[in-house]
């Protein structure tokens, strides 16, 4: 036979012929409370009476310390989470923790509505999850699938906003999903980008639930992106958000931002602008390309972080630029990297800054959204397509998966004497200075 656990008397203070119950208040929310001990009559001098009513004062007490701890920034929630706590230890009477859950459901339904009382009763009888608190794990799953950090931290914040709301797993349907996305995009004045990457976002985390059997394999997703906020790439649809690509620049319009960059005295950006034009490589893989990865010998550059596995490449340097090349491999301003003067973001990319001082450069020009950096690598695949090189080879002199099952699966890959005669038809007939 089960001994049962005593209510702890060290809750009962008999003062004046009458009991208090009383707890103590943890050091690190005392300044949270306000108060180092809770403290209260039970107006009775029966131990027996006074056991009952501190358990019911003491049970309320700790939900209030678990309030004040914030494992979420919901106090209803904190709460909720330390009765499911006590719920499933043997400190406090079952009953009377249940009790506290009922009274509780209903003082919150009164105060703040039947949604809030009903996600309350879930999390304290643990028939729903808080989803803020499975944040953590989440995050080190995408760490573990090599997501890059920038990528990462974007999820997260995309996630965080959506729990925020949806505080539970019992909340997330269909009908309160859409309800949500159309509220912040209305409040926040979101672009159709913004709402189909945060759906994006909350859909790879409802899928995580599912594999780690939080929420059910068969549960239905409930994040889809509503109709207003759907975006085509065709002109012809019905949609009423349409992307628009970007375009690349006409070569002398290249050469004008070149000229511009050298005017301004931005000569690092002007350097990187005329790489660019003759190695269609993008911004970053040059920014953070090393000396160590550049050859004069062989007269070739290889990119080895690229931002696929098919971007990890050699590039034959074009004899337009090997002079400009020569004299970046011998001088002494950054012994590291190709092109100097050129700091880290806290994702250590050395093409932040460099690109916001292009994105300066071309709009005084009159350049709008549609032309980027990126352009620029358009530029240069339109003019080896114009000048009769095959799709495969400059698939590998720029980075791109070749999607024929011949040259994708089979091929090596196009050699650096092929690939050096096919860039080498590359000609600019426009003046670079």
Request: charged fraction near 30%; glycine fraction near 4%; aromatic fraction near 8%.
């Amino acid at each position: 036979m089960t001994k049962k656990r005593r209510f702890k008397a060290s809750h009962l203070e008999l003062r004046y012929n009458t009991y208090f119950a009383t707890l103590s208040v943890p050091k690190d929310v005392q300044h949270i409370i306000g108060k180092t001990k809770f403290y209260e009559s039970t107006q009775t001098h029966d131990l027996r009476i006074a056991q009952a009513e501190a358990s019911l004062k003491v049970i309320k007490w700790k939900a209030a310390i678990a309030e004040a701890r914030s494992k979420t920034d919901d106090p209803i929630l904190n709460s909720a989470l330390e009765l499911n706590r006590l719920m499933k230890t043997r400190s406090s009477p079952k009953h009377l923790v249940q009790d506290v859950i009922e009274e509780e459901t209903l003082r919150i339904e009164h105060e703040v509505g039947p949604l809030v009382s009903e996600n309350f009763a879930q999390v304290a009888h643990g028939k729903t999850k808080v989803l803020k608190l499975m944040l953590d794990d989440w995050k080190e799953y995408q760490k573990r699938r090599t997501l890059k950090t920038k990528t990462i931290d974007q999820m997260v914040s995309d996630v965080e906003l959506m729990v925020s709301y949806l505080t539970t797993t019992h909340v997330l349907t269909a009908e309160h999903a859409t309800k949500w996305i159309r509220l912040i995009a209305k409040k926040g004045n979101l672009t159709a980008s913004s709402v189909t990457r945060i759906i994006g976002s909350c859909r790879n985390f409802f899928k995580y639930l599912q594999d780690v059997d939080v929420v059910s394999e068969t549960a239905e997703q409930p994040f889809n992106v509503p109709k207003e906020f759907k975006i085509s790439k065709s002109a012809h649809a019905k949609a009423i958000n349409k992307t628009e690509s970007w375009e690349p620049f006409e070569p002398q319009q290249v050469a004008e931002l070149y000229k511009q960059a050298k005017q301004i005295e931005d000569i690092t950006l002007a350097n990187l602008i005329f790489i660019a034009a003759y190695s269609g490589a993008r911004i970053e893989e040059l920014c953070s390309l090393k000396k160590e990865h550049v050859n004069l010998d062989t007269k070739s550059m290889k990119i080895v972080d690229a931002k696929t596995k098919s971007g990890e490449r050699e590039i034959p340097i074009h004899s337009a630029i090997l002079r400009l090349i020569t004299s970046l491999m011998n001088s002494s301003e950054d012994k590291e990297y190709l092109l100097p003067n050129l700091g880290k973001d806290k994702y250590d990319r050395r093409s932040n800054g460099v690109g916001k001082r292009f994105t300066r450069l071309k709009t005084s020009l009159g350049y709008g959204k549609v032309h980027v950096f990126h352009s620029i690598r358009k530029t240069f695949t339109t003019a080896l397509e114009n000048a009769g090189v095959a799709e495969n080879i400059t698939a590998d002199i720029v980075g791109h998966k070749k999607q024929t099952m011949t040259y994708g699966l089979y091929s090596g890959g196009t050699t650096l004497e092929v690939k050096r005669e096919a860039i080498e038809k590359l000609k600019y007939e426009v003046k670079w200075s």
